[in-house]
């Protein structure tokens, strides 16, 4: 999808114009792979632009860099208000914002330890990252033959940038065989999540996902759907599903940030079909929530404008 331009990038706390926010071809990530990012949205509400779930974001990319030995050389709080800066210089009402942390320019070689960790923040606007036919009708998925990955070769709670060349490969099968997104089976043939979201099942009112352990991402969209479904009091848990319970499912949707709440309407070509009560319920006060029209989930806005 192509990038709108916009004013500045935060790097290594400077504020850079942001055709100047560039980097060196011999930054080790660019080789390697090895750096951490994170995916987050912001929203425009009555109180000005609000971060969804800012902090939680900022966290777990602690926590992925920590597992990849990535040492930032920030606090969470510094990063928290460096991408409120970036958001409020910017002025977009809404827009997708993007940290990185990652191995800079100086070494090379497979030990990333002795390497520099840069950060930077950029933010820009991006539409409904499936379309809006897709929030309101529903996409179409394949099982992908590629597999999530094994948590011994990559671990799947690290959100590396590396990591991605796996969801790119689905992704790739999927739009080239006609369908909207793929979904991965783990190692051990339990369903796993999509290229870049977390996955729900509907069967007689009870909504299950699939847990971190087969390969899934720690979602925080998927949290925010946890909460939003119990107090909308339906039986929601995590647990292991295979194929034939997605072929089966009473209804099925998705969750991510660049994706937010979309409906799944067919899997492998069975129909699942047009959005069911279930999902068009969490769909409706999800959206409410990140606007900041709905006071019980408040300290999810995390406002730019103190
Ligand atoms: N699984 C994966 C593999 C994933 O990349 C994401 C986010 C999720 C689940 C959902 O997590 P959360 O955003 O916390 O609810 N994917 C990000 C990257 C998308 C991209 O194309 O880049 C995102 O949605 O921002």
New binding site residues.
């Given amino acids: 999808m192509p990038i709108d331009k916009a004013a500045k990038i935060w790097m290594n706390g400077e504020l850079v114009d942001w055709d100047d926010a560039n980097v060196h071809v011999l930054t080790h990530t660019l080789h390697y792979g090895n750096g951490v990012?994170?995916?987050?949205?912001a929203y425009e509400t009555d109180r000005g632009a609000a971060v969804f779930r800012l902090t939680p974001?900022i966290e777990?990319l602690f926590r992925s860099a920590k597992i990849l030995c990535i040492d930032i050389p920030y606090t969470v709080d510094d990063l928290v208000d460096a991408v409120k800066e970036t958001v409020r210089v910017n002025d977009l009402p809404s827009c997708?914002v993007?940290p990185i942390a990652y191995l800079g320019y100086g070494e090379m070689g497979l030990n990333p330890l002795p390497c520099a960790v840069d950060v930077a923040i950029a933010t820009w606007p991006w539409d409904a990252?499936l379309g809006d036919e897709g929030i309101r009708n529903g996409v179409r998925m394949m099982i992908s033959s590629w597999q999530r990955h094994d948590p011994n070769a990559m671990p799947?709670a690290a959100?590396g940038c590396g990591?991605?060349i796996n969801?790119q490969m689905a992704k790739v099968q999927a739009v080239r065989s006609g369908y909207d997104e793929a979904i991965l089976l783990s190692p051990q043939g339990h369903v796993s999540?999509?290229?870049?979201?977390?996955l729900f099942v509907v069967r007689d009112g009870s909504i299950t996902t699939p847990p971190t352990s087969a390969g899934?991402?720690?979602?925080?969209?998927?949290?925010?759907v946890r909460v939003i479904a119990g107090d909308l009091g339906f039986d929601y848990q995590e647990g292991n599903l295979l194929r034939s319970d997605l072929y089966t499912a009473d209804e099925a949707f998705l969750?991510?940030?660049?994706?937010e709440v979309v409906p799944i309407r067919s899997v492998d070509d069975r129909e699942i079909g047009d959005p069911g009560p279930v999902t068009r319920a969490i769909q409706e006060v999800f959206f409410e929530a990140v606007r900041g029209n709905r006071p019980e989930y408040a300290e999810w806005n995390e406002h730019v404008d103190a």
């Fill in positions: 990012f994170e995916g987050i949205r974001h777990r997708y993007r990252y799947p959100k990591h991605y969801s999540e999509c290229t870049g979201e977390n899934a991402l720690e979602g925080i969209t998927q949290d925010s969750s991510g940030t660049a994706a």
